[in-house]
């Protein structure tokens, strides 16, 4: 009788689990068809709801049966609401459409945001819309990624000729940036202010700056992850635009149109290109620098001619088709082609970056998994030519990924795995200051597996988000297990702990040395050869020598701890406070002071391999302060950092060890139908490290044998001084403006005017300190702009 009983109640209680279904579906904008991301979607009267992905799905999971009004609402736009009913082990597709109207809600906005931080860890992530890049003062009148990733904390900008990013520690060979799932090698132009990305046709770029999740490898530093639109769905549209800076033009369009309410097959198109002709109008307009080497009547240097103008010139390529179906299903086909290229008196390079591929996403009937797919190749290869220089400095990276990712929606989180394989193909040569050849090429073969899983508590009070990737180097036959774990606890709606870990691993390393002060050959290789067999621990107490160990693998290795929390400690007021420490297990470097042939096994290692090993940390805090309301946006950041690389002998600071970075960012609209904005952007970062000059002597070159050294001149030589004799340079500091004003014509044309300041007080900083000729070289100086953008 017990066991008929106890079959009875098993049998119960699995036919009332199963009386729930699933209701999953996609949220559009109604007028162009796009996916309306990040955008709330419940169901009315419950506690049951979600928010939309960078596709606009959702998925509601584990619904009790019964009938209810899904609803789904955003800023800017109509709420849009559809009565669902759910059946016992069904699953509902449901599409919904937001049209826009003039006014919103303030607090809906609010509230979406909220539910979001409340239900994902989003521990070192900054979600980044065009939207919100356009409200930076923008420089040459075009507003890029490129400037808005300066603001964000612990992100390091080394200046406004040939920089590049360093985040949180990380160089820039260790920051993985994605565009539709390719892998783009080289992301920034030469001049700082501008990347390969344009603006108008980015849908969402999230940006990791650490402790990102196991669905990302290779890299041991950051991810930047950037998903253009698709284009619009229901009409062709366009945007070009002149400034003093360049050129561009942007197009989209429907090939094949839904029907009138959103249903059927689509597909449409996107294309942008545009160009620099800095090279060429600088002569004119900017033909002039400040040059702190002249007197001037107040004894600090004066603005001075400048013939060559600003030698900088780019073009980028990008195009892409999108094929929707009626499932919500639907395939993109991309392409692009970027170019750079910079002419200075001394030195010239440039670089390519070319590549293609697909990804789809997939939405099977019967089942709640939602699957992605990707494949896509890109090459970039590089020259660098410089006066002096026996030969050019080359390299090339490029190869094939390709990987799938399946996500099941749970009632109380989300479950995804996926797999990936990257085969990388590398070239090198480099010569040395000291006539040292090093060459290398390579190629690599990697796949990965991953798992990770979200739990949300019933109460909403815990997110657990542990995921794990299982990453094997088949060239090098290494596997690397990668565990990762992210946690928030909501203490209240408005108070919120979080903190995230992880390890990770790659195998790329760059063709430059993190020790150089100016660099634009921005070179790769994988897996060297000539990698020095023994390292000399640090001893962390002492700061000396410790243990030697044996090197057993070539990968560059790190882990990432960080702990915060998010504040809304008043209306319309976000406070997110990160604290941070990467260790920086192995890492491989270019050897600056190789002088011996590898062969010459009697010399110690670190004078004749051509590579190097090292470790190091990176540890801070990050602050970020930020207030929306109504017409008027506020950003403000502060970053505190501390950075040191160990090389076996003694310990340093990088180039890119920046103490404090300050940004304020301002946005404000105004006048009738809000037709104007003005926004500022200043800067504050307390000055690099560098190394002093010891002293300077006759450097004789190498001739042939019994040649009298009195018969011939030598050339100039350097002695610097050791790696640990730390001085810094100046602080930095920049005010950028910008004024736009917009003319309508009516729903489809309107015409943007803008005025930019970009060093608006042409503030001298420091570029660089050209020792042999005793010169101090500045930053750019105030380069006013104005431009013009028509759209229809």
């Not at 990791?208 to 930047?224: C, D, E, H, K, L």
């Not at 390299?395 to 797999?419: A, K, T, W």
Request: with cysteine; charged share 20%.
């Amino acid at each position: 009788m017990k066991l008929i009983t106890t079959v009875v109640l098993l049998l119960l209680s699995s036919v009332i689990y199963a009386q729930t279904g699933d209701l999953r579906g996609f949220v559009f904008e109604k007028a162009t068809g796009e996916p309306s991301i990040f955008t709330p979607v419940f169901l009315k009267g419950t506690t049951i709801g979600v928010t939309t992905d960078v596709n606009g799905y959702f998925i509601l999971s584990k619904v009790k049966v019964g009938t209810y009004i899904l609803v789904s609402t955003s800023m800017g736009f109509d709420t849009a609401s559809v009565p669902v009913t759910v059946v016992s082990g069904g699953i509902i597709n449901q599409k919904m459409f937001l049209k826009k109207r003039d006014r919103q809600l303030k607090e809906i906005v609010i509230s979406a945001e909220k539910q979001t931080a409340i239900t994902e860890v989003r521990t070192s992530v900054q979600k980044i819309t065009a939207k919100q890049i356009k409200q930076l003062a923008s420089v040459g009148g075009e507003p890029d990624i490129a400037q808005y990733l300066q603001v964000l904390p612990g992100v390091t900008f080394t200046g406004d000729q040939g920089g590049q990013l360093y985040i949180r520690g990380g160089s820039p060979v260790q920051n993985k940036v994605l565009l539709d799932g390719m892998t783009i090698y080289n992301p920034f132009h030469s001049i700082g202010f501008f990347s390969v990305f344009e603006t108008d046709i980015i849908r969402n770029a999230d940006v990791y700056s650490g402790g990102f999740g196991a669905q990302y490898g290779g890299r041991i530093s950051s991810v930047m992850d950037i998903t253009t639109r698709d284009g619009n769905k229901n009409k062709h549209n366009g945007k070009t635009s002149l400034s003093t800076f360049g050129a561009k033009l942007v197009l989209e369009g429907p090939l094949l149109k839904p029907d009138s309410n959103g249903k059927g097959t689509s597909i449409t198109y996107v294309a942008s290109g545009k160009t620099s002709y800095l090279n060429a109008t600088s002569k004119t307009l900017y033909n002039y620098k400040f040059d702190p080497n002249s007197e001037s009547k107040l004894g600090i240097g004066k603005l001075v001619s400048n013939p060559l103008g600003l030698p900088f010139s780019y073009t980028d390529l990008y195009g892409k088709i999108s094929a929707n179906l009626e499932s919500g299903s639907k395939l993109n086909i991309f392409g692009f082609d970027f170019k750079d290229a910079v002419k200075y008196d001394l030195a010239q390079v440039g670089w390519k970056n070319i590549g293609g591929g697909f990804n789809a996403v997939l939405v099977p009937q019967g089942t709640n998994v939602l699957i992605k797919t990707r494949f896509n190749y890109s090459k970039y290869a590089i020259n660098y030519e410089q006066k002096g220089l026996t030969a050019p400095r080359t390299s090339s990276v490029g190869g094939f990924n390709g990987g799938m990712d399946f996500i099941h929606g749970l009632e109380h989180g989300e479950l995804g795995y996926g797999l990936e394989i990257t085969n990388t193909v590398t070239t090198f040569k480099f010569t040395n200051a000291l006539s040292r050849t090093i060459e290398n090429d390579n190629a690599s073969f990697e796949t990965a597996l991953y798992f990770k899983y979200r739990y949300n508590s019933k109460n909403t009070k815990l997110v657990i988000d542990p995921s794990i990737r299982l990453q094997y180097y088949a060239t090098l036959g290494e596997l690397s297990p990668e565990p990762r774990l992210g946690i928030k606890y909501n203490v209240t709606n408005k108070f919120r702990l979080k903190g995230s870990s992880g390890y990770y691993t790659q195998n790329l390393i760059a063709g430059n040395s993190d020790r150089d002060v100016v660099n634009l050959f921005y070179g790769f290789l994988t897996g060297p050869e000539n990698l020095q067999k023994k390292l000399t621990t640090e001893d962390r107490f002492s700061g000396n020598a410790g243990d030697v160990k044996d090197v057993k693998s070539k990968l560059q290795k790190a882990i990432h701890y960080i702990i915060g929390f998010e504040y809304d400690f008043a209306k319309h007021f976000e406070l997110n406070v990160e604290g941070y420490h990467k260790k920086f297990l192995q890492l491989t470097n270019i050897n600056r002071d190789k002088i011996f042939d590898v062969r010459e096994t009697t010399r110690p290692e670190y004078l004749r391999t051509d590579y190097v090993v090292e470790t190091g940390y990176a540890f801070g805090t990050d602050v970020i302060l930020k207030y929306d309301y109504k017409h008027f946006y506020l950003w403000t950041t502060y970053s505190l950092g501390y950075l040191r690389r160990w090389d076996g002998r003694q310990e340093y600071a990088p180039i890119f060890d920046r103490r404090h970075n300050v940004n304020v960012v301002s946005s404000y609209t105004f006048g009738k139908g809000l037709k104007w904005q003005v926004d500022a952007r200043w800067n504050l970062g307390s000055g690099f490290p560098f190394v002093p000059t010891s002293g300077q002597y006759e450097s004789l070159q190498q001739q042939p044998m019994n040649t009298d050294p009195n018969s011939f001149n030598g050339t100039q030589g350097i002695q610097y001084g050791g790696l640990n004799e730390i001085n810094r340079q100046p602080y930095y500091h920049r005010l950028d403006l910008s004024v736009k004003r917009t003319f309508e014509f009516n729903n489809d044309c309107k015409l943007e005017t803008n005025f930019s300041l970009t060093n608006a007080y042409n503030r001298q900083n420091l570029f660089y300190y050209d020792r042999l000729n005793r010169k101090r070289v500045d930053q750019l100086p105030l380069l006013p702009s104005i431009g013009v953008t028509f759209s229809w």
